[in-house]
T-cell receptor, first 115, second 110 residues
Framework: NAGVTQTPKFQVLKTGQSMTLQCAQD?????MSWYRQDPGMGLRLIHY???????DQGEVPNGYNVSRSTTEDFPLRLLSAAPSQTSVYFC??????????????FGQGTRLTVV | KQEVTQIPAALSVPEGENLVLNCSFT??????LQWFRQDPGKGLTSLLL?????REQTSGRLNASLDKSSGRSTLYIAASQPGDSATYLC?????????FGEGTQLTVNP
């Protein structure tokens, strides 16, 4: 059971470049989300999805796009990378969000540097 | 807006000591609270999930409690070991999201 898989693990981008961070889970979880982790600011929610075809914005969505065409995959797109997007990005999944909430599982993270 | 605070930010203890990590949250209308461990450069590993109807959960040397009315959770680590050194994060589920504290960095000295 692979759990939550993120690729790539490391990436360096030039300012203005675009890229997609991949996230896949094999647990048939409905809820998936993306966080960024920065020193002194903790983990902040970027975007989330409660199921295929449904996405919504989190706390810091500007500069990022998401889509959810399948239950398994939830890619995060950086449209035009900026140095302020240098961070560690984590993808997470769980069965649902709300009163039937269950344990959240996290990927190993993608370390992104924008120069 | 939910806010989660963890105290202390850092803690250094000798091996064998019992210790308590604190987590407080501002909105008591939470569904669950989850404790994680994060090692340097690594992802988050789930330690314990406490559902809103529960008061505590135990796993090995770890015990987590939840008091929704006071907006507090504690993580108790018994007989600490150097391998317990890591950052411990708590996160509260409310609305449609998980809100994290900034973590407590624990160092257990041999």
């Amino acid at each position: 059971n692979a759990g939550v898989t993120q690729t790539p693990k490391f990436q360096v981008l030039k300012t203005g470049q675009s890229m997609t961070l991949q996230c896949a889970q094999d647990m048939n979880h409905e809820y998936m989300s993306w966080y960024r982790q920065d020193p002194g600011m903790g983990l902040r929610l970027i975007h989330y999805s409660v199921g295929a075809g449904i996405t919504d914005q989190g706390e810091v969505p500007n500069g990022y796009n998401v889509s959810r065409s399948t239950t398994e995959d939830f890619p995060l797109r950086l449209l035009s990378a900026a140095p302020s997007q240098t961070s560690v990005y984590f993808c997470a999944s769980s069965y649902s969000i709300g009163k039937m909430n269950t344990e959240a599982f996290f990927g190993q993270g993608t370390r992104l540097t924008v120069v | 807006k939910q806010e989660v605070t963890q105290i202390p930010a850092a803690l250094s203890v000798p091996e064998g000591e019992n210790l308590v990590l604190n987590c407080s949250f501002t909105d008591s209308a939470i569904y669950n609270l989850q404790w994680f461990r994060q090692d340097p450069g690594k992802g988050l590993t789930s330690l314990l999930l406490i559902q809103s109807s529960q008061r505590e959960q135990t796993s090995g040397r770890l015990n987590a409690s939840l008091d929704k009315s006071s907006g507090r959770s504690t993580l108790y680590i018994a007989a600490s070991q150097p391998g317990d050194s890591a950052t411990y994060l708590c996160a509260a589920y409310s609305g449609s999201r998980l809100t994290f504290g900034e973590g407590t960095q624990l160092t257990v000295n041999p």
